[in-house]
C-alpha cells in the first residue's frame, strides 16, 4: 500500500508467533495489546477495553481543559477513573439473553483546582460531550472489506 492508501488509517496486526499480542501503529506510535495470560486468568498487559477506556478518558480531561481553558477557570488537574463492566438492562428478568446485557462505562471524575461548585458542576456536564463519548453513546457502523495481499 502506498502513504495514501494508509493514511487516516489504524493498523493492527497479529501473527501466529504471538497470537494474542496484537501491534497498534498509529501514525508514529505503536502500541501493544497483550491478552496472552487470559487462558491461565492473568492480566498481562492493556486489552483492548482498556485501549477504548483509555481513550474516552484522554478525550474527557482535554476536553475539560480546552473548556476550562476558554472560560478563564482555574482547573489545574482533571482525572478520570474509568470502569467497563456488562449489566442487565433490567432485573434480571431475561438474564440468558445477550440482548438484554449491555455495556456500561463508570466515569469517575476528580477536578483539582480552586473552581466554584457551579463550575465543578458545569464541568460534569461538559465532561459528558466530549467527541468519544458521543461517538460511543451514538453507536457506530463497522464495515468490512477484504482486501487481497
Known sequence: ?????????V?????????MVARIKAGA???VIDESGVAQ???????PYDYILGAL?????ITL????????????????????????????EHCGDVAARLSQVTK????????TPEQRQRLMVISSKCPVQKTLQAGM???TELVED
Open 11 to 19: 493498523t493492527v496486526s497479529a501473527d501466529s508467533s504471538a497470537p
Open 141 to 143: 457502523v463497522v464495515e
Open 41 to 47: 486468568g492473568m492480566k498481562t498487559g492493556a486489552d
Open 1 to 9: 500500500m502506498s502513504v495514501t492508501e494508509t493514511e487516516g488509517y
Open 29 to 31: 506510535d505503536v502500541m
Open 57 to 61: 478518558g484522554s478525550c474527557t480531561v
Open 108 to 115: 469517575k471524575l476528580r477536578l483539582v483546582g480552586n473552581l
Open 65 to 92: 481543559h480546552m473548556y476550562a481553558r476558554r472560560k478563564g477557570w482555574p482547573l489545574e488537574q482533571a482525572i478520570v477513573r474509568l470502569r467497563h463492566e456488562r449489566i442487565h438492562a433490567d432485573d434480571c
